[in-house]
């Protein structure tokens, strides 16, 4: 007998174990039996396409959604939907695509049909030249914001935001890294998927202590934004140090009837409660609540209507107390308020607050004129989504960001992956010459393994003629330069990192205007956004015509660290082959140069 309808399918010839069913233009049935042994699905992606969206379908029943470019005239690469845990049942995605077709004859035609294929491996062979050598990156697929980092026995745990299936944002799910270095990563499978209640955003872990969330003594909770129509606050916690989480049934734990996410929570030993700040992001504001349990929370106010920089929305706060001039000053909280657009050249930045928590609300610092001071941490344009690792070492706040910018996040010139972190960096706060207590940032001290053998030059003066430093050729040019620069005298003192081919990337040290920039409007491949090509400009905090600089190089950014940190500036650079020469140059008089050092970076 043929069941009407069937009889009107098409079947389209597709890779061994797999059935293609053309249903009509826009919607296709892929079969796998359930005598299949493969782990995976590789899934031919075409960048340039729209989302497909991919229902998967277990024994007939719904199991998940995901959302997949799916080729139609190429495949760029392909992407893996694990399947080894629907083992035994058959397994359908019902798929729904976003093209306009003429007819099925047309649909059958695309080119992920054929090349959809079954495997039990996955190549994650690095194949970008941009990768970078010391910095933590994704093995595959679209990463944004650092997420739920906690430090616990030794090892510090690195989420993110991750899409697995794509080199684009989308299918928001927590991907996991470990480190006992800072340096070295382990991959993990995805800690938490999306579910019912949507895609999982930005959000933050703690070590519960006491048990207070009924998940056991030392559960790790996790707390994050389920996001779909609305945005609302889940709870998962996980029994195994981090490695899977289990998803409250209760959730959400904390529904708004307003856009709000990214929750950031801490536990405090004297009041017994857990605190939580969350973003109100069109709003401008951040919001805050208690709990005695992370599972029902109680508001206790908000900081920031109207002040700092408020163009664009609030996202992934942080919060926590710190030392003030290592101690000397006594301690202030800081507020980290993560903006975007309307950093301070464009797009994503990270604002922050320094002042008080009262374990309810945050109250700001003002300068002499009883206002806000705006403050920046970072003044390159790649370094976003900051926020800190709970429970680090030694009263360590450590903080990682993701070095990229939404303004062009999409569109920079790597595919297997797409985006990095920032290196781990350390925080402090000192007082400046306004009398505004300020947070430092410098490179995490684990990062100082990365030293291979240095070559030294002592005490140079230099002048408009300049003077060259060959960078490491062995590795690419990989590595960290110090410098320790005696500039009262000059206009400006210029430091460029050049290749063979023309491209530089500038520095510019203005001791009278007390500033330091960063050009890369020559630097390489520029042209996919026209937000790339900039000048980031940092205030250097009055180091009087004396400079000392540390300067981070991988294959696709540039760190610099001013003044002991007083400074940072991350941006991302893409020379079409390395830099190999650095070269320093002096206007108005002779720079004095005490000490320049290239430590060559070795890898792993
Ligand atoms: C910041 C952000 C967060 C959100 C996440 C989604 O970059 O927009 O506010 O949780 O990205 O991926």
């Not at 996202?315 to 000397?328: A, N, S, W, Y």
């Not at 081919?501 to 050009?519: H, I, L, N, R, W």
Request: hydrophobic residues 35%.
């Amino acid at each position: 007998m043929v069941i009407a309808g069937a009889a009107m399918t098409c079947h389209a010839s597709a890779a061994d174990g797999i059935t293609v069913d053309h249903l009509g233009v826009n919607n296709t049935l892929v079969r796998v039996g359930a005598d299949n042994a493969a782990r995976y699905i590789l899934l031919p992606v075409q960048e340039a396409n729209d989302d497909a969206t991919v229902n998967v379908l277990v024994d007939g029943k719904l199991d998940r959604v995901i959302y997949v470019r799916l080729a139609k005239s190429k495949v760029d690469y392909k992407v893996p939907f694990d399947i080894s845990s629907y083992k035994g049942h058959d397994v359908v995605l019902n798929i729904v695509s976003s093209q306009n077709r003429a007819n099925v004859r047309e649909a059958k035609d695309d080119a992920c049909w054929s090349a959809i294929s079954l495997s039990d491996t996955f190549d994650t062979t690095n194949t970008e030249k941009y990768r970078p050598a010391y910095h933590h990156t994704p093995l595959y697929g679209w990463m944004n914001d650092p997420n739920g980092m906690f430090y616990k026995d030794g090892v510090w745990h690195l989420y993110y935001q991750w899409n697995p299936y794509g080199s684009k944002w989308q299918n928001m799910t927590w991907g996991h890294s470990t480190s006992t270095d800072l340096v070295n990563w382990e991959h993990h499978p995805a800690a938490i998927e999306p579910d019912g209640l949507g895609s999982i955003f930005s959000g933050s872990c703690a070590i519960d202590h006491t048990g207070s969330a009924g998940f056991g003594k030392d559960a790790v909770l996790a707390m994050y934004t389920s996001a779909a129509t609305s945005q609302v606050q889940s709870l998962a916690a996980s029994r195994d140090n981090g490695m899977t989480f289990e998803v409250y049934p209760g959730n959400p734990v904390l529904p708004l009837e307003s856009e709000a996410r990214d929750p950031n929570m801490f536990y405090d030993k004297e009041d017994g409660l857990w605190h939580l700040v969350l973003a109100h992001p069109l709003e401008h504001e951040m919001l805050f609540f208690t709990s005695p349990d992370m599972k029902t929370w109680t508001s206790t106010g908000s900081f920031g209507k109207g002040l700092g920089a408020q163009g664009g929305v609030w996202e992934c706060p942080d919060l926590f107390e710190l030392p003030v001039d290592g101690g000397k000053g006594g301690s202030k909280w800081v507020l980290l308020c993560n903006i975007n657009p309307d950093g301070p050249f464009g797009g994503s930045g990270i604002q922050y607050f320094t002042g008080d928590y009262d374990g309810k609300t945050f109250t700001a610092d003002t300068g002499a004129d009883g206002k806000v001071v705006t403050k920046w941490l970072d003044f390159g344009k790649d370094n976003y989504a900051v926020v800190s690792w709970s429970d680090a070492p030694d009263a360590r706040r450590t903080l990682i960001g993701w070095m990229s910018n939404w303004q062009y996040a999409a569109e920079v010139p790597t595919r297997q992956y797409r985006s990095a972190n920032t290196l781990p960096r350390e925080v402090s706060l000192f007082t400046a010459d306004d009398g505004q207590v300020y947070a430092a940032t410098v490179p995490s001290p684990e990062i100082d393994a990365l030293r291979g053998k240095p070559t030294v030059r002592r005490s140079f003066s230099v002048g408009a003629k300049g003077s060259e430093v060959a960078l490491p050729a062995a590795n690419g040019g990989i590595c960290e330069i110090t410098l320790d620069i005696d500039a009262r005298r000059c206009d400006t003192v210029e430091l460029t990192l050049s290749n063979p081919a023309g491209e530089k990337a500038v520095m510019t040290y203005d001791p009278k205007a007390q500033t330091c920039s960063f050009d890369r409007r020559e630097s390489g491949i520029t042209e996919f956004s026209v937000d790339f090509p900039a000048v980031t400009t940092a205030p250097t905090f009055g180091s009087n015509g004396y400079l000392t600089l540390r300067i981070f190089i991988d294959r696709s950014s540039v760190e610099i660290f001013g003044n002991d940190g007083r400074f940072a500036m991350t941006n991302l650079v893409f020379p079409t082959e390395p830099y190999n020469t650095f070269t320093v140059k002096a206007t108005g008089a002779k720079a004095k140069v005490n000490k320049l050092t290239v430590y060559p970076i070795s890898i792993k």
